[in-house]
């Protein structure tokens, strides 16, 4: 993906159309980057949920979705609603399988990250202080303020901000909350 730590600000991320037309999204990291929605192997974006409706169909995807703020009704693949809000566990489903949707009042925020079935996995995790993994790649996703420590340098993250590594080996320090999103890409 990249040589070394790459700081991805938030006030630069771009909104773009959902798929479905239902709203908009702003993508935080996409590999291969500048793929569209057809051809990325994994695409991580934040997106605010204002009113009800369905998410767009992703078939071959697998999702991992997570609130970052607020409150939500989610319906995925026809089961029971389940209520959810920023302290809830990731849900992870196929990306085909049909999911409406309903905030709360004043919306909510989510952190949506989708991987292409059979060439990357991701495994998303709430993280207070660096740990080893054998990810292939990691993407750190600060929801509030948080300093990152790679190696010698120090990156001083605001609310959104995110830290995409290759190598998650140089991370040594993290000093406040955030969201780790594991990356695994399969062989061949």
């Known amino acids: 993906m990249t040589t070394g730590p790459r700081f991805l600000p938030a006030k630069e991320r771009i909104a773009r159309p959902w798929k479905n037309g239902g709203g908009v999204t702003r993508d ?15 695409r991580t974006s934040v997106a605010a949920i204002a009113a009800p409706g369905p998410f767009s169909s992703f078939p071959g995807i697998d999702r991992a979705f997570l609130l970052l703020d607020g409150e939500l009704a989610i319906t995925v693949g026809g089961a029971d609603t389940r209520r959810i809000d920023a302290d809830a566990t990731p849900l992870v489903f196929g990306g085909e399988q049909p999911v409406h949707a309903e905030p709360g009042r004043g919306g909510c925020v989510a952190l949506n990250v989708m991987t292409r079935r059979g060439r990357v996995s991701a495994k998303l995790d709430r993280w207070s202080a660096a740990r080893p993994t054998s990810a292939d790649a990691l993407l750190v ?32 320090a993290i000093e406040g909350a955030v969201i780790a999103i594991k990356l695994f890409y399969a062989a061949g």
Request: glycine share 10%; net charge negative.
């Open 28 to 42: 935080i990291a996409v590999f291969p980057e500048g793929t569209g929605d057809t051809a990325f192997l994994s």
């Open 141 to 172: 996703v600060s929801p509030a303020s948080a300093a990152i420590t790679c190696g010698d340098t120090v990156f001083d993250l605001a609310a959104g901000d995110a830290l995409l590594l290759d190598h998650p080996a140089g991370l040594s």
